[in-house]
Structure formats: structure tokens, C-alpha cells
């Protein structure tokens, strides 16, 4: 990790060829000019970066005397509630879970980015706050105010001290390792982090990153800064993955195994996940992670989560406090020492799934045994080439469930090809997400995709058409009709309806009592059921 104001100028000599006589002058302003850009980064970016301070005790609910919260609602914790003697053992091991006390060395921490400063809303890793019971947000003092002349000058009435909030979890994803806090308490002075684009990066490019290594800044919350290069694009963590995608395998892991990762120069210690990896604009361009929290365990070199336009689209879903659903193509794929190098061949078909519909070849499940068929290549989507499994995952699952991709297929590697456009159902993924918002419930159903069945459903068995009864409230017109979870409904009114949108637009539509047609897995049955909706 290199210091930001002594090594800089020293880094910078170093790699600076000799100068001819009489031009030591400029080069020194060269880096003068340089270190001023650095600086100026740092200071327009560090006071929107959070230490954020993390517990996972279950101590909290025992004093509080609230009832079960919403997933995410983590609260606020306030020991003047608290019915116990400054003199009573127990008060000094509840007050070491008071977060918001600066004098409190956490037991778990992270760093954030503040995205939103009407919203109050913190970008971070999910690994930070995943099974979090409490979190408290610090930030550095307020940043410098604007005066005449174009100087500025500290704000007398806030600069000395660190602001924080605790926070609740707003959207929670694990899929992209993303999660998103909102700020439970008006923070001063909030200022949000402009966003860059990662994708522009090239190797070589300089870097800063802004975070908070070890939580040192859960005092006061004043990151630490460096600097480095990008070492190099499209990164994969480490670990071992299989070549071959698995519905149940591959919906544990993370968007980040399939090289999608920044990696620098910069050691990232434990403490960095989740901070600003900048340009020298300023600019958020990655948020940065431990391998401690990627691997298990700390290993030099340093990796980031790109910001670019397929990790933007995440955020847009996640700064709404939404679920993100993942597109899902629902193929298997044979072993890449089954097929010629660079090639992406199908196995198998999920029945009923979106590539099967579109008319991709591969075998199909009959009585528990594939065909014989054999599968496609694929070549490319949306016009990326496929070259690998991992290439073809991360293609699909950057785009959303719904929506329609162009998949090039040919029967060989070198063979005529076409196009099938693919409308995409919905990734089934095992880990537990939080989403703050979510669907109206009508007629007092929430609905899914059939798609996220398949985990707990044998895969050969395909997926149904209709949508899965996720939520039935109680006293709803659905409960009273004795609808209950994980039935399948195939129509609405006599219109059939195939994902969660088409439900809820037909439900909207639909005036007094509606028929529903209740369907079953296998797709050998189906009722239908009257709800009285007013």
C-alpha cells in the first residue's frame, strides 16, 4: 500500500525517465501537478465515505421489548431504555453493544459509500452486514463549506465532530454482494459519491481507494487512503468453482466467480470491503473488497466490484429497495473436455424453461431419462462471444428476469448459424434476500416466478407455467378461499398469465369476484377458485 503523501512523489520519480538538462523543473511540477489531483480527489470524496459498524449479537431484542421486526428493520439501540443500574454487571456488557459510542471497538466492520443524500441511502458489500442484528453508520466530519473567492472554509458548528446514524438494511442482494443502508437518523451535511464507470478502466489506470482497514475509523470516522494501478480487468476470485453450471451449486455464488473483478496493486486489509475505489476525478468506479471476505482469509493483493453498466442496473434495482431478479436461461452445459476449447455446448434443456420455449437444442427429460439429442452451441448473447460456461453465466444473469436476449446457436462450432430470442425467467437463487419494497399484494396474493422452484424441485421435473404463490395475508380473500404457498396459478379471469407481472396487471384489471386457475407441479391437474375481491 503506498502512502498518499510520501510515496507519490517518490513512485512517481521512479518511473519517470531521466530528464535532459535543464527540465529537472518540470518534472517536479508534473508531480506537483499530479499529487494536487490526488488531493483534490481524496477531499471531494472522503466525506462520503461510512465506517460501518457491525454486531450479530442476539442480545439486542431481550432489552428492547419490540416485537419481531420486517427482515432489514434492524432499529435503532438506546440504552436510556434500559431498566438497569450503572452499577449492575450486566450493564457494562450491554453497553459494549451501544455502536453509536466511539470509545466502542466493534466486533465486526466494513466501509460504505453514501449514494443518496436526500434518501440517506450507504452502498455496500452484503458479506459486511450479512446476519447483522444492529449496524451504525459513522462518517467523517462535514466537508469543507464553499466561501468567495473559491476557497473554502470548515463548518464551525459540525466540522470537529464525526456524524452517524444507525441504519437499517434497505435492499440486501448476494447474488452481486451489494447492499444498500438507509440511514435511520437526518445525518448533517450528507453528501453523495459521484458515480463513475468501471468499465472505462484499462490496466495501468491509477486508483485511490478511500475505506477504513481495520476500522480505524470507528472513532472518528475518517477513512484511510492509497493508491495504486489496475493490475488487471475481468478477475475471478479465488477458490475452487466447477466448470460446469449446476442450478443448485451456481445459485450460491456470488456474480464476483465469474470475472467480473478489478484487481489492484493495493493490499486490502479487513475493514476495506465495501469502500470507494475512485479515479483521479473522483469518481466511484468499484467498491472494494478483502479477499478476507471474498476467500476466508487475508492473501496480498487487493480486488474490487466493478461499477459498470451491468453492476449499475443492480444498484438501480437496489436503491429502489427491490428485489433483484436475475435472468435464468435454464440449461446444463457438457464439460469443457467434452467439447472443442472455447466452446459453450448444452447438455441438457430444463423442460417448460425459457431456452427450451425459444427453441434451443438440447436433451429433454422423458420419464426421468434425456434424449439422445444432442445440444447447441452457443456462440454468443447480445452479441458478446461465449467462450466459457463462466462467459455464458455471467452474460445471462447480468440481464434481468423478463427480459428478452439474443442467443446465436449453431449445431457445430463452424456451422450455419440463427438466432433465438430468449425471454428470460427468473435465477432461483438459495441465499435469502431483503428487499424493503415490495409488490401490493392483490386480493391478498404475492406472486413469484415458477422459476424458483427448481432448487427444491427436482430440475427434471421443469418448470410450470403460471406463477407461485409466495404470500397469502391473513383474512385476505385468498386466505378465505384457502389458497396457501407454493400453489401454482396458470390464469387469471380465463387469461393465462406466466410471470409475476402478467398477474398482477390482470389482478389490477379485474373487477369483483375473480376466478383463478389453480394448477399443480406436474402440470397433470388444475382447479379453479373464486376470490371476492372489492
Known sequence: MHQLTLLTPLAVFLFVPAPAPGQEHNRFADVVILQEAVHQSIERAESSIACILVSRSDKYRAYEGVGPRAPGQLGRFDLS????????????????????????????????VVIDDKEGLVLTLAHVVRNATKIYVRLPPSPPLP??????????????????SWADIHAFDPRSDLAVLRLIDRVPNLQALKLGDGSKLRKGDFVLSLSNPFAAGFHD???????????????????????????????????YCFNTLIQTDTRMNLGCSGGALLNLQGELVGLTSSLAGIAGGETPGGFAVPLDEGMRRILDVLRRGEEVEYGFLGVYLKRPEQIPQGSVQVSSLIPGGPAARAGIRGAL?????????????????????IHSNDDLFLAVGMNLAGSTVRVEVSERPDGPRRLCSVTLAKFPSLDPVIASKRPPARGGLRVDWTSVILPRNRPRLGIPEGVLVREVLPDSPADKAHLQPDMIITSVNRKKVTNPAEFYREMEKANGPIELTIGTLDQNGEDRVTINVK
Open 81 to 112: 431504555h434500559v431498566r438497569l443500574s450503572r452499577e449492575d454487571p450486566e450493564f457494562e456488557a450491554l453497553a459494549r453493544l451501544n455502536l453509536s459510542d466511539p470509545d466502542i471497538v466493534p466486533e465486526s466492520y466494513g466501509s460504505g
Open 147 to 164: 466561501r468567495n473567492g473559491g476557497r473554502e472554509e470548515a463548518d464551525p458548528t459540525s466540522r470537529s465532530a464525526s456524524r452517524g
Open 221 to 255: 470516522g475518517s477513512p484511510s487512503a492509497s493508491w495504486g494501478i489496475v493490475s488487471n480487468l475481468r478477475r475471478r476470485a479465488t477458490g475452487a468453482l466447477s466448470d460446469v453450471p449446476s442450478v443448485d451449486r451456481n445459485a450460491k455464488l456470488p456474480l
Open 365 to 385: 427429460f422423458h420419464g426421468g431419462f434425456p434424449s439422445r439429442e444432442d445440444g447447441d452451441f452457443i456462440l454468443s448473447v447480445n452479441g458478446t462471444p
